[in-house]
């Protein structure tokens, strides 16, 4: 199992947690899980999106390591264009068997967006 974490921060995540999930119901099953948290289903994975005070959390697992390089890149796109004016990029990084796993060697962390 592969996991990527991506994380902005943000005063307005449950804003852009809400118009991801619109988004992202044009290609995968979306439920929201209250206002703070939600889940995107697609054929090769999952992507639980979290949001609060300070942050807006997406974690992608699938067993297929290509699904993140396809997914990961999407989200960092959509997250930048929804926040633009605040200048929102996505810090991604990438694990073999979840967070708390060890770091995929093949795909260091990365960050999208203005550097």
Not at 30 to 49: K, L, N, P, Y
């Amino acid at each position: 199992m592969y996991t990527s974490v991506g994380v902005t921060r943000t005063t307005r995540g449950e804003r852009y947690l809400k118009q991801l999930c619109q988004h992202l119901s044009r290609r995968a099953e979306v439920r929201e899980i209250g206002s703070d948290s939600a889940v995107a289903r697609f054929t090769q994975g999952d992507c639980t999106m979290s949001a609060d005070a300070g942050e807006l959390t997406i974690t992608v697992e699938s067993e297929h390591p290509g699904f993140h390089d396809l997914v990961c890149p999407r989200l960092s796109e959509d997250i930048e264009r929804f926040g633009r004016r605040e200048g929102l990029s996505l810090e991604w990084e990438k694990f073999k068997e979840g967070p708390g796993g060890t770091p995929d060697a093949t795909a260091p962390a990365s960050r999208s967006g203005p550097q």
